[in-house]
């Protein structure tokens, strides 16, 4: 006797990215759907599922049921961010800006040249700018921190690291040139000593020229709760800003190129760091895909 396959209810997905880091979106806006850590790993799985660096979930303040994305006036889009492993996040500055580019691509919000969108997210309410194909995300006042050793494969010895927060947890090392760049190994989660609490993303950073008020950086990334990526927004603007302080604020704006692309990070005259690149979707579907246990 033949079994009839498990049918599994399908819900509508977009994929999109910024500088190849991957996201699986959804649209929920009366909060009908919540996610968990089951759901998440198993729509970011790249072989059993769809396949992402993280999910977001599309919802409106005041119906999220997380008190940090229901901090913002009813009705304001809230980005409930999910990383691969299935742990939140408070921020994600690429997954903010391909949120706002799926939103104008699902008829969901309208956005003109140089308008400006707010987003709630757990690290607080996030300006989103429309600057011609890009997309521009005022995350606001960034901090810095204090030093821990990093040792990670691919480096002889362990390296003193800055903490930065950006509204989640960033740890930047200046590596001395591309060669140790490109010779390291990251697909174990580099070493903190001491280890940080909430765990954090790790930036290794070449600092380049300096030229007309512009800086250059070469940045891989170790992302909490995901693994290698080929960029990551609030990481770019984490080590533009260790890159800066380390330079005496030689510089405002900073391109900082990543294994996916460029990114470009700049310092407003309030101390607001400003994240700009291409955010974009890439397929539109119906998801069937169920925990695996
Ligand atoms: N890729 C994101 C950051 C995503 C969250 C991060 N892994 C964390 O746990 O804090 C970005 O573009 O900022």
């Not at 994929?15 to 699986?24: A, I, L, S, W």
């Not at 979930?57 to 913002?72: E, F, I, K, M, Q």
């Not at 509204?167 to 001395?176: R, T």
């Amino acid at each position: 006797m033949t079994q009839a396959p498990v049918q599994h209810p399908s819900v509508a997905f977009a994929k999109g990215h910024g500088t190849g880091n991957d996201f699986v979106l959804l649209a929920d806006p009366e909060g009908a759907a919540p996610l968990d850590a089951d759901a998440v790993r198993a729509l970011a799985d790249r072989r059993f599922g769809i396949g992402g660096d993280g999910v977001i979930r599309a919802v409106r303040a005041g119906s999220t049921g997380d008190a940090a994305l229901d901090a913002a006036a009813p009705g304001t889009w809230a980005m409930d961010y999910w990383n691969a492993d299935g742990s939140v996040s408070e921020m994600c500055g690429n997954g903010v800006r391909v949120f706002v580019r799926y939103l104008l691509e699902e008829g969901l919000a309208s956005l003109a040249d140089g308008e400006v969108l707010e987003i709630v997210t757990r690290a607080g309410i996030k300006r989103v700018e429309r600057r011609g194909p890009l997309l521009s995300a005022d995350l606001g006042p960034f901090e810095l921190g204090g030093d821990r050793l990093v040792a990670a494969h691919g480096l002889d010895v362990a390296r003193p690291g800055l903490d930065v927060s950006t509204g989640n947890p960033h740890v930047v090392v200046a590596l001395a040139g591309d060669d140790e760049l490109d010779g390291l190994d990251l697909h174990a989660a580099p070493a903190l000593d001491p280890v940080a609490a909430d765990g954090a993303n790790v930036e290794f950073a070449v600092p380049g020229l300096i030229a007309d008020g512009v800086g250059a950086i070469r940045m891989r990334v170790h992302e909490r709760g995901v693994g290698e990526t080929l960029s990551c927004g609030t990481g770019a603007v984490a080590a533009a800003m260790a890159v800066r302080h380390w330079s005496g604020g030689a510089a405002d704006r900073w391109i900082v190129d990543v294994p996916g692309g460029r990114l470009e990070v700049e310092v407003d005259e309030r101390g607001h760091a400003w994240l700009t690149g291409p955010a974009e979707i890439v397929a539109r579907g119906a998801a069937t895909v169920a925990p695996r246990h």
